[in-house]
């Protein structure tokens, strides 16, 4: 004959919330599953948006060191190339009154020069930076300061390098006056990105100079300035210190391509 035991618990005040003394937690040992989702949320997000972007950088460097190639090796421009030119003048001059003068073969795509040793610089620089942040947010307790080390170390050398690399490339540059015939300042929004935290607005110049280099007269279109300005008043006293009233003006050409240049301080006040 099977043995019936009856289990009475007090309806006590310790016991209210709970009406059996036992609770079910179930299995102790969590499956894969669970322990993989446990991981994943254990890792650092930062450490693997920090990666992330590293591996971005190093596959558009790739991309754009095959498609260098691909552009420069070919002697007769594919009809693909025209298109993707066509469709960068349509970008880079939409909006705007003044077009570009361009300077380099308009039936090839525009490309960016990633040749030589000064430009093995800024890229050493690029995934020096990232590689510190990855470093010091992978373990913060142990390598956070000198992954931050890194990080400053890798800034320094990524803007050094772009300098480095900007001197190099014009030292063989020829100085001549010129005059500014006509102008366009515009206000630009620039959305957000991974270079700045939020969009925000900036204005950029474009202007037409004209100069004459050994009896020959050029129009171009040179580079006002590397980057944007934050005001309309910066922007319009930056030219003002750089062209005169009368529109004169002092220009850094290339010998070996005429048509690129860029605008630089008058020469009273470099000899200053």
Known sequence: MARIVRCVIPNSAPNRRWRCPFRCRGSRRESAVA????LGKAMNTMFIFVVGFGILVFGVIIATSIFNARVGGSSQPAPWMRRVRQFQNEKENAGWRIQMIPY??????????LGGIVAVVPAVGIFGFLGGLALATYDHT???SSGLMI?????VVLFGGAWLKARVVRQDWDVASGRCVDRELQKIWIPRGAANAGGHWAW???IICEYEYLGVRYRVTPEVYWASFSSEDAALKFLEERISPNGE????VNPKNLLRAELMEQRSKLQF
């Open 151 to 155: 990080a400053v170390l890798g800034f």
């Open 142 to 144: 142990k390598y956070e």
């Open 249 to 252: 003006c002092t220009l850094r």
């Open 204 to 206: 950029f110049w474009r």
């Open 35 to 38: 322990q993989l989702f446990s």
């Open 104 to 113: 380099d073969d308009i039936s090839k795509p525009m490309t960016m020069s």
